[in-house]
T-cell receptor
Framework: QKEVEQNSGPLSVPEGAIASLNCTYS??????FFWYRQYSGKSPELIMF????GDKEDGRFTAQLNKASQYVSLLIRDSQPSDSATYLC???????????FGTGTSLTVIP | EAQVTQNPRYLITVTGKKLTVTCSQN?????MSWYRQDPGLGLRQIYY???????DKGDVPEGYKVSRKEKRNFPLILESPSPNQTSLYFC???????????FGPGTRLTVL
């Protein structure tokens, strides 16, 4: 059973704080990991991708990958009200050519 | 502008009336896929295509058909829609299987 799991939330943080989003996956051999942001009624848009263990930073966003523990996380520093959205974790499993998405974590940044 | 387009954006139809949702990308991507999104279930892959004439089932293919006759187009066909296919549908494309997927704007389908 291929699974990608996220805490559905909702997660609320005050403006300027760090938001931490977590995702676990079932296939130890997974190769590609993605974080998407989705505003209500809109299509998902890429925030970050990560392929290797460790941290990857892009502006206020940091993705962290730990393949041994099978989790990937997203940190959002200096959270802004415009960051309020649902964050989707996606994994490309090694066995097959499919993408699996978590059900998403709803984030609200309170001004 | 690099983009994935879908049509129609909104569709209300009745049970059993065949319909096609079109998807087109202008990025010369090889990998294309269709997803449906339902509350509490997230995005689930319906079908995907690795290249022209190469398609395969995703997690929820029942009741759907696809074709990939040209690299840029990947239509989704519902031969006999049923109410349980009421959903928000997204088409996506990527350069390769493990690359970032770019999503179309979505098609909201209601089957009565």
């Amino acid at each position: 059973q291929k699974e990608v799991e996220q805490n559905s939330g909702p997660l609320s943080v005050p403006e300027g704080a760090i938001a931490s989003l977590n995702c676990t996956y079932s296939d130890r051999g997974s190769q590609s990991f993605f974080w998407y942001r989705q505003y209500s009624g809109k299509s998902p848009e890429l925030i970050m991708f990560i392929y290797s263990n460790g941290d990857k930073e892009d502006g206020r966003f940091t993705a962290q990958l730990n393949k041994a523990s099978q989790y990937v996380s997203l940190l959002i520093r200096d959270s802004q009200p415009s960051d309020s959205a649902t964050y989707l974790c996606a994994v490309n499993f090694r066995a097959g050519n499919q993408f699996y998405f978590g059900t998403g974590t709803s984030l609200t940044v309170i001004p | 502008e690099a983009q994935v387009t879908q049509n129609p954006r909104y569709l209300i139809t009745v049970t059993g009336k065949k319909l096609t949702v079109t998807c087109s990308q202008n990025m010369n991507h090889e990998y294309m896929s269709w997803y449906r999104q339902d509350p509490g279930l997230g995005l689930r892959q319906i079908y995907y295509s690795m290249n022209v004439e190469v398609t395969d089932k995703g997690d929820v293919p029942e009741g759907y058909k696809v074709s990939r006759k040209e690299k840029r187009n990947f239509p989704l066909i519902l031969e006999s829609p049923s109410p349980n296919q009421t959903s928000l549908y997204f088409c996506a494309s990527s350069l390769g299987m493990a690359d970032t997927q770019y999503f179309g704007p979505g098609t909201r389908l209601t089957v009565l």
